[in-house]
Nanobody, 121 residues
Framework: QVQMVESGGGVVQAGGSLRLSCVAS????????MGWYRQAPGKEREFVAM??????????DYDDFAKDRFTISRDNAGNATYLEMNSLEPEDTAIYYC????????????WGQGTQVTVSS
């Protein structure tokens, strides 16, 4: 079982920046996918960004809205991921959730408790 602890959320003015952190534990994590989703009030949870393990190292995927403003990274040990968010907009206000996907015959999804990001106009 994987446990995650997220941090870094807060209140920021439009145009500002935040850096979210997610530290995971509970098993070997170097070969898992690890990233971020978000859920705004009244909306469904949506994909933000993900680091995916390959035999050549980690690759990064982004949703279109995040490509030019957000940067995801992963530590060498594989047990932490970070989301650098720049040029934040009020539309980025949401709870941001860390996600770990453990591969296998039956992939296992784990979620953090979420961290609130509020962008004021």
């Amino acid at each position: 079982q994987v446990q995650m602890v997220e941090s870094g959320g807060g209140v920021v003015q439009a145009g500002g920046s935040l850096r979210l952190s997610c530290v995971a534990s509970g098993r070997t994590l170097v070969n898992v996918d690890m990233g971020w989703y978000r859920q705004a009030p009244g909306k469904e949870r949506e994909f933000v960004a993900m680091t995916r393990w390959t035999c050549r190292g980690y690759t990064s995927d982004y949703d279109d809205f995040a490509k030019d403003r957000f940067t995801i990274s992963r530590d060498n040990a594989g047990n932490a991921t970070y989301l650098e968010m720049n040029s934040l907009e009020p539309e980025d206000t949401a709870i941001y959730y860390c996600n770990v996907l453990v591969p296998g015959p039956v992939p296992v999804d784990s979620w953090g408790q979420g961290t609130q990001v509020t962008v004021s106009s």
